[in-house]
């Protein structure tokens, strides 16, 4: 089974482990999901201290499965788009998975406070380069790109020291003065972030 295989540490591909989502979901993959590779380091450094991480717009789930199959942590994954949120909770259902689960909501009414890390792959980036949106489904605009940046900003400063983040791509602008950055990997886009 796949997802005993990313406990193992055997080599799984993301094309792959695209397979468990339907063909018009796996075409989006390569620019707006989480590869196998990064879920493995993030969710490492998120889940060393605390858990539950919340990933803040969470598409089909890859990053939430993947993280929960490879570290003993709770994965909470916040989506706004319905029918992406049920294809992840139909993979979730499919193969068993624990720890885990999609919740279909904006993250502007997701308080920060019930979780202890955070995993956010540029979701708000739509909303000003609308070149690749993931389909047509949602309102996007500049207006809501600022009202997220500035509630994701806010959540993640009221947080307590040793708070964690973990950033893919991105203008960083929803990361507080507060968070000092630990590391970085792949090149320099994926980012580790503890508040201090």
Not at 191 to 196: N, P, V
Request: glycine fraction near 6%; aromatic fraction near 12%; charge should be negative.
């Amino acid at each position: 089974m796949l997802f005993k295989r990313i406990k193992s540490n055997k080599d799984i591909s993301d094309n792959e482990f695209d397979k468990v989502y339907p063909k018009s979901i796996r075409t989006l993959s390569d620019l707006h999901f989480t590869s196998v590779k990064v879920a493995k380091l993030a969710s490492d450094f998120l889940c060393e201290k605390s858990n539950p991480v919340l990933d803040i717009g969470a598409g089909v789930g890859k990053f939430c499965m993947i993280g929960s199959s490879w570290t003993k942590g709770e994965y909470i994954g916040v989506e706004q788009r319905a029918n992406l949120c049920e294809i992840a909770n139909q993979v979730i259902e499919r193969y068993e998975l624990d720890r885990v689960s999609m919740v279909n909501a904006n993250i502007l009414d997701i308080p920060f406070s019930e979780f202890k890390s955070f995993y956010f792959f540029n979701a708000f980036h739509e909303n000003i380069c609308k070149d690749d949106p993931i389909d047509q489904s949602t309102d996007l605009g500049r207006h809501l790109y600022d009202a997220y940046v500035k509630y994701m900003r806010e959540e993640l400063d009221s947080m307590p020291q040793g708070t964690r983040l973990v950033t893919y791509y991105g203008f960083l602008k929803e990361v507080p003065k507060s968070y000092k950055l630990v590391h970085e990997a792949e090149g320099g886009p994926l980012k580790f972030w503890e508040r201090s």
